[in-house]
């Protein structure tokens, strides 16, 4: 299945890993890639990760991930920092923390 990139907007193919994954792939063959991948009878794209010395069998092309090329932004959330607190109210965490110092908890 081909399809886009959210983040740079250039063209993904979609295939399955071993484990039953998703995994965003290059569209062309690489030979630096270090997928092995191919189409079934059904015309799904199926991946496996090669070791080091690994190569792929006959029916198979080496593909890169896309995550390792891809110029677009960083996907990973960024976690804005908290508001500031008003001076008679603290975090739910300190008072989780002070409240099972005085029971007499391990934490």
Excluded at 62 to 80: D, F, I, K, L
Aim: proline share 10%.
């Amino acid at each position: 299945m081909s399809a886009w990139c959210r983040a740079c907007l250039k063209p993904v193919t979609w295939a399955t890993t071993e484990a039953g994954k998703r995994l965003a792939l290059n569209p062309r063959p690489d030979p630096a890639g270090n997928q092995a991948a191919y189409r079934d009878g059904t015309g799904r794209w199926l991946t496996r990760q090669l070791g080091k010395d690994a190569r792929p069998f006959g029916w198979e092309r080496r593909y890169m991930p896309h995550v390792a090329t891809c110029t677009g932004e960083a996907r990973t959330a960024t976690v804005s920092p908290l508001p500031q607190l008003p001076a008679n109210v603290i975090p739910i965490s300190r008072a989780r923390r002070l409240l099972s110092a005085r029971r007499g908890d391990p934490k």
